[in-house]
């Protein structure tokens, strides 16, 4: 299970433990990417999962960090335009991979809006980020089918 502490903030008193994900849309020039990943290395910040989106004229990177505080804080002072998600972290393991993931999720009904790997292994293990029309629920469901789900407080700090 997740070291990370479990807010009490739905109906039945259970949320999973989610990470933040922040958006952030990057002009379509050479050197933009580079740009913003550079600050994250001379920070106390470590990207732990990114997913780039191109289109045309902008692009939007997906970026999970292990301390979202400390990454809002820079991509502000860098003044680059955001927003942020919740997203589950969920580790795939034998018997629980990502096909009985999504079967155990089309249980319920529930989309996949997007799914993305992270580049860290917290226990060794395969991990991947997912966005779901309804987080709190996926979680729930993910946790009673043996899932381990993790929180910032799992990602590993430098």
């Known amino acids: ?19 933040t994900q922040f ?22 910040c470590q990207i732990c999962a990114i997913s780039v989106h191109e289109a045309s004229d902008h692009a939007v990177v997906r970026l999970i960090t292990n301390n ?3 990454a809002k804080r820079q991509l502000n002072d860098e003044s680059l335009p955001f927003g942020e998600i919740n997203v589950l972290i969920v580790e795939l393991t034998e018997g629980h991979t990502l096909s009985s993931m999504c079967l155990s999720l089309l249980g319920a009904e529930l989309n996949i809006h997007f799914a993305y790997p992270l580049m860290i292994e ?29 929180g910032e407080a799992d990602l590993p700090k430098l």
């Open 122 to 150: 917290p226990h060794g293990t395969p991990t991947i980020a997912l966005a779901t029309d309804d987080t709190t629920l996926a979680g729930q469901i993910l946790r009673r089918k043996g899932f381990r789900l993790l």
């Open 68 to 70: 979202c505080k400390i």
């Open 1 to 19: 299970m997740s070291s990370a502490p479990t807010p009490f903030q739905t109906m039945q008193g259970y949320a999973p433990p989610t990470v």
């Open 23 to 44: 958006s952030v849309f990057l002009n379509n020039k050479v050197g933009k990417l580079f740009d913003l990943l550079e600050g994250f290395d001379n920070s106390d």
